[in-house]
T-cell receptor, first 119, second 112 residues
Framework: GAGVSQSPRYKVAKRGQDVALRCDPI?????LFWYQQALGQGPEFLTY????????KSGLPSDRFFAERPEGSVSTLKIQRTQQEDSAVYLC?????????????????FGPGTRLTVT | SQQGEEDPQALSIQEGENATMNCSYK?????LQWYRQNSGRGLVHLIL?????REKHSGRLRVTLDTSKKSSSLLITASRAADTASYFC????????????FGAGTRLFVKA
């Protein structure tokens, strides 16, 4: 009965380092989202997967950000050459979204997030 | 997909009082969801109300939806210190892409 899990929970990276953040969605959930949340703000959409297909990556802030979900379950968000402005909490969410309806129509289950600090 | 805007930005009440938060949106929806985020934790889904519903209850939560005014409200009755959190609304559509766009939320502080 596990929920969405994310690892690591905390990551400190030196500027210029590459980082990889992992998300394990709820088993069987078709939809997977990544969000970036700055302190005191709401989550900002980064990208969306339906199974292994990345259907929307319009929220990725630069080409240093890359996400994948090769087998339609676990997803990895990779940030290359990290910058200080990348410091934030990165949230992953999954939902059961099926039958062709748009994913925002379904409840999203969020993981605890990964807090990334770039020094 | 579209953004909901929560109001007020912050709310401070005494334990036992009711708390009301509002959400406005701009275009047609087929449902609207409310989420809660406690300090240092991820978001938790609270309730989903469909566009053909006017009111929905879940425990101490009551959500209303007025599609003619494009607004929703979340009422928490008999608030507790544990209700201290940020609350976000998320309007949902069947068209318009895959984004869920959250606003800045309402920060609720319940004083014991």
């Amino acid at each position: 009965g596990a929920g969405v899990s994310q690892s690591p929970r905390y990551k400190v990276a030196k500027r210029g380092q590459d980082v990889a953040l992992r998300c394990d969605p709820i088993s069987g959930h078709v939809s997977l989202f990544w969000y970036q949340q700055a302190l005191g703000q709401g989550p900002e959409f980064l990208t969306y997967f339906q199974n292994e297909a990345q259907l929307d990556k319009s929220g990725l802030p630069s080409d240093r950000f890359f996400a994948e979900r090769p087998e339609g379950s676990v997803s990895t968000l990779k940030i290359q050459r990290t910058q200080q402005e990348d410091s934030a909490v990165y949230l992953c969410a999954s939902s059961s979204g099926t039958s062709g309806r748009a994913p925002p129509s379904y409840e999203q289950y969020f993981g605890p997030g990964t807090r990334l600090t770039v020094t | 997909s579209q953004q909901g805007e929560e109001d007020p930005q912050a709310l401070s009440i005494q334990e036992g009082e009711n708390a009301t938060m509002n959400c406005s949106y701009k275009t047609s929806i087929n449902n609207l969801q409310w989420y809660r985020q406690n300090s240092g934790r991820g978001l938790v889904h609270l309730i989903l109300i469909r566009s053909n519903e006017r009111e929905k209850h879940s425990g101490r939560l009551r959500v209303t939806l007025d599609t003619s005014k494009k607004s929703s409200s979340l009422l928490i009755t008999a608030s507790r210190a544990a209700d201290t959190a940020s609350y976000f609304c998320a309007p949902g559509t069947n068209t318009g892409g895959f984004k869920t766009i959250f606003g800045a939320g309402t920060r609720l502080f319940v004083k014991a």
